[in-house]
């Protein structure tokens, strides 16, 4: 198998991971009418720490992981992500990647992004939107805590999982 | 060397090409793929519903024995009262059968129960969802009825090998017929508004101006049994508000759902039985 294949192998065992505990902690919170939205830590890690197209295979497939449990046009999540995965690409180079406060924070913004995108394609389907505004904001604030709090700890899975996979970048890939 | 600037460019038009190609991928393709990428997460949410039943049965274990035999104490009682009203049920539906055939009315089509565990519930402003678990295996077909002691639950939006997605009634664009109890003219229920740290709650449509409703006073909406989804009866909500809408010809109003939709464990999903195959359900009325 070769490098890349193990990279995009380990990362996405990483977001499936975070999806199903996302997944369960939303059952949780379900009786407050709250859901979290981590869509740009299933991104950044990728983004920052392997090559372009490793990282867009690992946003897509991520995202159709997403569209395949959501009432939504299939490649929905999907294309969003790869979108995110695009920008976050393109502003790398000048980025300190190996400093975890900014990889967070670029997991702050892409979430930030795909929300605001998400919010824009699904509004119309929405009857109320003055009042479900409040809601989504609510959403969009704890997901954001909730992102920086946990965001640490999924980067270094994330590499673990890449070095367990003997696919972790050397220094002077970066 | 190729220049920076299409190295900048670069992420941008694999975005756009990928985009493009995915619009021109073949429907049946998209669909073996979702149907694929949602098998695969399945299992994840069977394991976490065995280790939540785990968990209660290690909380139910750590109850005394006399905690315990109070409990079944209870039990035996609530037991004695539903025999009591099953047979009850079994006379009236006896008695509905005969006068039925004294006067020549067609069977109503009738349903099989299909109880079924939740394994995940997931609500959002845009969509209010639940996975079950039971789906194809025991033949659920898309857009069954689904139930609980409360009322409607919504309809199987999508079914998988062994789970079932349901799509709930406070989800926006969700809509039925509904009647307030005593009443026959129909209206229209729309799932809506879902506050954050709020219960679900929908609206009523094209309600008669003579009904009154207020949060003290509230009107008890049952499924109408029009459009054929949902047999007639069903708890529905509350019509907690209503108010003339701009054409003075009905009211619109506001529609308190029952909170414990938010907290399903257990659901029943209605299967329509073909003619010869049983009784009709009879739903208990409010």
Known sequence: MTRRRRQILALLLGNYLLIAVTSQVNHAFSPWQLRLSLGGLLVAPATLSVGFRAGATVAFLTGLLLDATAPVWFGTHALLLLAAHAVLYSQRSGLAREETVVAVVAALLANLGIWLALAFFLGASLSLPGSAAVRLLAELGCSQIVLALIGPWFFSLQVRLLTMAGAKLRPDEF | ?286
């Open chain 2, 1 to 286: 060397m190729r220049p920076q600037r299409f190295d900048q460019a670069k992420p941008f038009l694999t975005l756009a090409l990928v985009a493009l190609a995915w619009l021109f991928v073949p429907a049946v393709a998209k669909r073996f793929l979702r149907a694929s990428f949602y098998e695969i997460q399945a299992p994840v949410e069977v394991t976490a519903d065995r280790v939540r039943a785990l968990q209660e049965f290690w909380v139910l274990k750590t109850h005394t024995n006399n905690e315990l035999i109070a409990a079944g104490r209870e039990t035996a009682a609530a037991l004695a009262r539903y025999e009591l009203w099953a047979q009850q049920q079994e006379q009236l539906a006896a008695e509905n059968a005969r006068l039925n055939s004294l006067l020549s009315v067609p069977p109503l089509p009738g349903w099989r129960y299909e109880h079924a565990r939740v394994l995940q519930r997931d609500f959002t402003a845009w969509w209010q969802q639940i996975v079950i678990f039971k789906g194809r295996n025991y033949q659920i077909p898309v857009g069954a009825p689904v139930v609980f002691a409360g009322g409607v639950v919504g309809r199987v939006r999508e079914v998988g090998a062994y789970t079932s997605v349901v799509e709930l009634i406070s989800s926006p664009g969700v809509r039925l017929a509904a009647f307030v109890v005593g009443d026959t003219r129909p209206m229209v229920y729309q799932g809506g508004e879902n506050p954050a740290f709020g219960s679900a709650r929908g609206q009523a449509e094209n309600v008669p101006v003579d009904v009154v409703a207020t949060p003290a006073a509230p009107c008890r909406l049952i499924t109408s049994g029009l459009g054929g989804v949902y047999p007639p009866g069903l708890p529905v909500g509350e019509l907690v508000s209503a108010e003339l809408g701009a054409d003075g010809l009905f009211k619109t109003g506001e529609v308190r759902l029952n909170p414990l939709l938010a907290r399903l464990q257990e659901v029943s999903v209605l299967v329509r039985l073909a003619p010869e195959e049983g009784m009709a359900l009879t739903p208990a009325l409010p």
